[in-house]
Every structure is written in structure tokens, then in C-alpha cells.
């Protein structure tokens, strides 16, 4: 357990030294923007493409393992909806915004890098395919439901360009793709640009997960939802057991790709949560404290969860006795 502790521990000591600084300097939150696009558009795009980019074809076309994963997220997202419809009486933004609370993770600032480091490498082909399809998942949802729920912004055509747009402009999707693309074709950049490009790949985790904490020390918790009663154990606590459960009923995986998929599906809820509720001005206040309530939770789950996997007692295939 102490192993598993000084594993993660630096990753959450991040996030805290960004909450730290961003308490104890009084700059605005605007001050993030370049760092923002630094993490977002330049070095976690040049992460993806690295790591997609030496792996071998074969292990890229993997359908049921894309199934299951995305079906699990879908699932959560579901009840969480399904919940929150319930408990405000049909209100489909709001609900949606705790849908996405419930199944949108912290797949990008902290996926990456934690799953690298807990894993080893064979775990980055599964992260990537987990970022792609569980995002394109994402980016479908919110408009789609905020159009039936009277959010509508333009006709069903402009919505689905808006999509598409989300989709395939999204710098880690682009570099998913060129990565797979360089895979294909067995194209490998010149020496200097790799290691520049390994340069920049190093500083994602870092720079993205002291990005996260000034973000959440910006956003101080008022008060605490009701809805976080079911939003925190669908997302840290759910999510894992219906992926975990979900791949062992679409066929036999890799170990490696198992343990990737549950921890991505235990990070707590996105900060791209609080976006899309700024976007559509609903739930915003409440989006924030559900993105620092379930990172602050998650400290503790996410470590007993590699602990578990780490012990043996989570076995890959939880059908194979």
C-alpha cells in the first residue's frame, strides 16, 4: 500500500501545489490562459502523438475493447441523467450537466500520465482509445440534450457541424489521428523533432496537473449539492466496476488494458464539466464543487483501487472464476 501511496502521491501533490498557489497568489484566473494552451494544444497533443505513434498497428484496432469502455461511460452517464430527471422533475439541462458530472473523468489533465506511471507504456495505446471515443461520446451528448431540453442554438444541421467540429478540431483527436496515421505508415520523425517532441510530452502531466489545481482554488466551494449524494459514487466508485464488469462480458484483454480502462473510468469529474455548464449557463456554481469534491475524494479511491489492482485482488477478468 505505502508503494502504491509514494506512486500517486506526486501526481495529487500537484494538484494541491496548484490549489496552494493559486490561494496564496492573487492573480485572476485568466492568468492560466497561456499555460492552457500550452497543456491543450502543444503538449499533451505532442504526448498522444508519441506514444501512438511507435505502436504497433495491430494493437490500435481493438472494437470490443472501444465497446465495452465507451458503453460503460454511456451507461453512468445514463443513470446519472436518469437520476437527476427524476429528482427535478424533468429539468434536462441540469440533469444533463450531472449526467456528465457522473461519467465525464479527468481523462486528459490526469489520464495520461498517471496511467504511464502506474501502468508502464503498454498502457498508452488504452488511454488514447479511452480519450477519443469516451470525448466524441461526450461532445455528441451535451448539445444533443441541451437541444431537446430547449437549449436549442441553430437547427438540427448547425448542431450537428458544432459536433463534428468539437470532434475532429480537438488537438488531442488530431493528434490521435496523425499519431495512428505515422503508426500506419511506420513514419518516424527525425531524431531532433523526436526529442523535442519528448521534451514537450514530459511537461503535460506536470504543467496540466498544477493547471487544475490553481483552476479549483479559483473556484472556492460554497456550499456542497445535494446531487453529489449520487454524482460521487457513481463517478469514482461505479464507473470502474461497470467498465471492469462490461470487458469481461466482450471477450479476453490484456491485463494491462483492463487496469488502464478502470483507472481512467475512477478520475473524478472532468473540468470540461464546469466549461460546458458555463457554455449553456446552467448548474455552474454546483458543476465546480462536483469537479473539487470528487478530485479531493479521489485522492483516496483512485489509490485504493491501484492498490487492489496492484494486490491481485481485482483480478482483469472478473468472470474467470
Known amino acids: 500500500m505505502i508503494q502504491i501511496v509514494g506512486l500517486i502521491s506526486p501526481f495529487f501533490a500537484l494538484i494541491g501545489l496548484g490549489f496552494l498557489a493559486g490561494r496564496l497568489v492573487r492573480h485572476p484566473l485568466d492568468g492560466l490562459a497561456w499555460l492552457n494552451v500550452f497543456i491543450i494544444y502543444i503538449a499533451l497533443p505532442a504526448l498522444f502523438f ?49 449526467g456528465l458530472a457522473s461519467a465525464y473523468g479527468n481523462i486528459g489533465y490526469m489520464g495520461p500520465g498517471l496511467a504511464l506511471v502506474a501502468l508502464g507504456p503498454d498502457a498508452a495505446v488504452p488511454v488514447a482509445l479511452i480519450f477519443c471515443f469516451d470525448n466524441t461520446l461526450h461532445f455528441v451528448m451535451a448539445p444533443l440534450l441541451m437541444a431537446i431540453g430547449g437549449e436549442r442554438r441553430g437547427s438540427a444541421g448547425a448542431i450537428a457541424l458544432q459536433v463534428l ?3 475532429f ?33 514530459g511537461a503535460a502531466a506536470p504543467c496540466a496537473l498544477f493547471a487544475m489545481g490553481v483552476t479549483l482554488a479559483l473556484r472556492p466551494l460554497r456550499r456542497v449539492p445535494l446531487e453529489l449524494g449520487f454524482i460521487v459514487p457513481l463517478k469514482l466508485v461505479l464507473h470502474p466496476v461497470a467498465v471492469w464488469l462490461l470487458l469481461g462480458l466482450f471477450g479476453s484483454f490484456d491485463p494491462v488494458w483492463v487496469k488502464s480502462a478502470m483507472l481512467l ?35 483516496a479511491t483512485v489509490t485504493l483501487l491501484l492498490y487492489l489492482i496492484a494486490s491481485g485482488m481485482i483480478p482483469a477478468d472478473p468472470f474467470a472464476y
Open 265 to 299: 473510468a475512477s478520475l473524478p469529474t472532468a473540468t470540461n464539466v464546469f466549461v460546458i455548464a458555463q457554455q449553456y449557463d446552467v448548474w455552474v456554481e454546483r458543476a465546480s464543487a462536483a469537479v473539487l469534491v470528487t478530485t479531493v475524494i479521489s485522492a
Open 165 to 167: 467540429a468539437k470532434i
Open 50 to 98: 508519441q506514444l501512438l505513434s511507435k505502436t504497433p498497428v495491430e494493437k490500435l484496432a481493438s472494437i470490443g475493447f472501444v465497446a465495452a469502455t465507451t458503453l460503460g461511460t454511456f451507461s453512468i452517464f445514463v443513470i446519472g441523467l436518469g437520476i437527476a430527471l427524476l429528482r427535478s422533475r424533468g429539468d434536462v439541462p441540469a440533469s444533463t450537466i450531472q
Open 169 to 201: 478540431t480537438h488537438p488531442f483527436i488530431i493528434a490521435t489521428i496523425v499519431g495512428v496515421g505515422a503508426a500506419i505508415l511506420g513514419a518516424a520523425p527525425p531524431a531532433p523533432v523526436d526529442r523535442f517532441l519528448g521534451l514537450l510530452s
